[in-house]
């Protein structure tokens, strides 16, 4: 079976296993790695919407908080002064709340209060209507100067936008000096052109008319995308909705019209003012009807929050002018700001659909001009309460951070990749090794079969003739040592055979003794003398002097396995050269090392193979054309019995021929 697998291996086969395999693998890895990555993006995703949804219910809170408490101001409160206390029974006059200054308001960005009442006057608390004497309601010059400046931009901003009429615009822009008495009744009876135009205020046609082209766009312009739809992913933010939803409802509900009691003074008596009693009989006691807050955008700097009252069927409208920009700078991109939001998200403000403000995330870095510039997958988006029900918030997120998990996540994709790699490579490696490690055992099986029969086969022919008795006398000693000869070249080679199996096995056990270099000096010539001489070759021995005086650790048995192996290698290579001489001899190499070497005259070691004939079953040449004998084991035998003794094999080029070299370590002889 091993045999049949070894057969049918082949690189081609090693290679397409072990790309199915890799790919076997690496599919399932990839794909959980990416579903896993998309999982950390979805709970990313997840937690900066529901970061985006808390956000919006907090901005619509605060917001809805800071109406309410306009809502609960009452319809005297839209006058200069009002009765202190309980209307019933108190007579003393105060100012009204609204009518502080600088204005101070729960709402961010209001400029000021203002009042039209049914007959189409109109009136700030910021001013009283008796103008005559400013010093009597407590007003310095001053302030009266800076009081009418703010009346002015508030009547600018209502006739900029058809809420006045030429008329009312001329007479309430006279400002308030010497002639205040005589224009009193004047400033008193400004009208509006129409008190309906309020009725239309928030129509489509009629924003569209009175507000300009919006330069950054529409909602429908944001290039968002939504691959994150709840409809998909089971969405925990989404679970926050319906009671947003709910709270919108009850929030509707309570802002239906409400009945109050109200008193206002009919007439001021010129000596009353600022905590004066008054006639109680020129107090008026009524009841009215009051609607809750609208809210219109009249450009893109200014709003209008308004609500109407009704009094004896009569009605009067009362609000304040919003600077847009500041209160979107408090109320809403503050609050953005002030959240983790801002790191990675951004947030469009829109008013009717039409785009009003973005809001960029810190790592962004520059700001948004346009609603096409505003990408990413949309994060949230949510629409406040009334009276701001055309205000829509929307939130985007460019990125998504996966936080510590998705770095993890990066950091064990890596390992696994390189490890998966790195794996199949050594496979691959270890593969191709054993294919050619099996076709090298075919080659060995082969050469031995071939290194055996050789010997045998002569010894064989040679005894027949001997036991037929057909040499003579010369001719025997001559079979004879032919014969000799050939036993010892199958004794070295089943040796080598027997002692590589036994180092395959780690059972090489090598006795290491301290030896002279002038006993191994003289075992060397004694023992490789004659297997040189015997093939006609020349043996020359050149022992430096220097390393007499040394000694090595070392196993005889196998420094002598080890140049017999040398030798034997250089007679099979230099069998054809000119020169048939071989030179063994012994020098020192440093202090600490003798090198011994055995060098022929041959053709040498080409420089590509210097490395690879000391590999297992390695043999130079192709098997077609291959001219010298061999197993391809002399040579790695003899590398790892000079490892197993500490020392080191090398081969160097010549010229002419081949010098191998084992160095071992040796220590010089003390002198007794």
Not at 162 to 180: C, I, K, V, W
Not at 188 to 204: G, M, Y
Request: hydrophobic residues 45%; glycine residues 6%; proline residues 4%.
């Amino acid at each position: 079976m091993a045999m049949r697998l070894n057969q049918g291996l082949t690189p081609g086969r090693l290679r397409l296993f072990l790309a199915l395999l890799f790919l076997a693998l690496a599919v399932p890895s990839v794909m959980l790695i990416r579903h896993t990555q998309a999982q950390l993006k979805w709970e990313a995703f997840h937690h900066y919407r529901v970061l985006a949804v808390e956000l919006g219910r907090r901005i619509d809170a605060d917001l809805r908080k800071m109406i309410d408490t306009e809502e609960a101001r009452g319809y005297a409160d839209y006058a200069f002064v009002v009765i202190a206390g309980d209307p019933n029974t108190s007579q003393l006059l105060q100012r009204s709340p609204l009518a502080r200054y600088p204005v101070q308001s729960a709402l961010p960005g209001v400029i000021g209060y203002f009042q039209v009442d049914a007959d189409g006057r109109f009136s700030t608390p910021l001013l009283p209507a008796d103008l005559a004497d400013p010093t009597r309601w407590g007003l310095a010059t001053s302030e009266m100067a800076q009081r009418s400046a703010r009346r002015g931009e508030l009547i600018d901003v209502l006739a900029r936008h058809q809420l006045l009429d030429q008329q009312s615009l001329q007479m309430a822009t006279n400002t308030p000096g010497a002639e205040a008495a005589d224009n009193t009744d004047k400033a008193s009876s400004t009208k509006v052109a129409v008190q309906a135009v309020f009725d239309d205020l928030n129509r489509p046609m009629q924003q569209a008319a009175r507000v300009s082209p919006n330069a950054l766009g529409r909602v429908d312009d944001l290039r968002q995308q939504q691959n994150f739809s709840s409809s998909n992913v089971n969405d925990a933010a989404q679970q926050l909705l319906p009671p947003i939803q709910q709270s919108l409802n009850s929030n509707t509900q309570a802002r239906n019209k409400r009945t109050e009691q109200a008193a206002i003074i009919e007439s001021t008596p010129p000596s009353a003012g600022i905590d004066n009693r008054v006639d109680p009989a020129r107090v008026h006691i009524f009841q009215s009807e009051v609607d809750p807050f609208e809210f219109s955008l009249l450009d893109a700097t200014h709003a209008v929050l308004y609500r109407k009252v009704w009094r004896n069927g009569a009605r009067t409208i009362q609000g304040a002018v919003i600077d847009w920009n500041a209160l979107l700078d408090a109320a809403i991109v503050g609050a953005f700001k002030d959240t983790g939001l801002v790191e990675m998200s951004d947030m469009a403000v829109a008013y009717q659909h039409d785009v009003v403000r973005f809001a960029r995330n810190t790592a962004a870095g520059e700001g948004i001009d346009g609603a096409n510039e505003m990408k990413g997958e949309l994060l949230h988006q949510a629409r406040l309460s009334a009276p701001l029900g055309d205000v829509l918030l929307l939130w985007n997120i460019d990125r998504l951070p996966t936080g510590n998990s998705g770095r993890l996540m990066l950091w064990v994709s890596a390992v696994l990749l390189t490890v998966l790699v790195l794996g199949f490579v050594l496979l691959y490696r270890l593969g191709m090794r054993q294919i050619l490690l099996a076709r090298q055992q075919q080659d060995f099986v082969s050469a031995v079969s071939h290194e055996l029969n050789t010997p045998l086969t002569a010894i064989r022919m040679y005894a027949e003739m001997l036991e037929a008795g057909w040499a003579s006398e010369e001719k025997t000693r001559e079979y004879y040592r032919f014969i000799h000869d050939e036993s010892q070249r199958l004794t070295r080679l089943i040796a080598n055979v027997l002692r590589l199996a036994r180092m395959e096995r780690e059972a090489l056990q090598l006795d290491l003794k301290p030896v002279a270099a002038t006993v191994l000096s003289d075992m060397l010539r004694a023992k490789l003398g004659p297997q040189i001489e015997r093939v006609s070759f020349a043996c020359q021995h050149e022992f430096a002097a220097e390393c007499m005086q040394h000694e090595l650790t070392l196993d005889i048995d196998a420094v002598l396995q080890i140049m017999i192996n040398l030798v034997d290698n250089a007679l099979k290579f230099s069998a054809h050269a000119s020169c048939r001489s071989i030179e063994i001899g012994m020098r020192l190499q440093g202090d600490q090392q003798i090198m011994i070497y055995v060098r022929d005259h041959g053709p040498g070691v080409e420089r590509s193979q210097m490395r690879k004939i000391f590999a297992l079953f390695y043999r130079p040449g192709d098997e077609l054309t291959r001219e010298t004998p061999g197993t391809g084991i002399g040579l790695a035998l003899v590398r790892q019995l000079a490892q197993a003794m500490g020392g080191e094999v090398d081969v160097r080029n010549r010229d002419p021929g081949a010098e191998f070299q084992l160095l071992l370590p040796s220590r010089e002889l003390q002198p007794d």
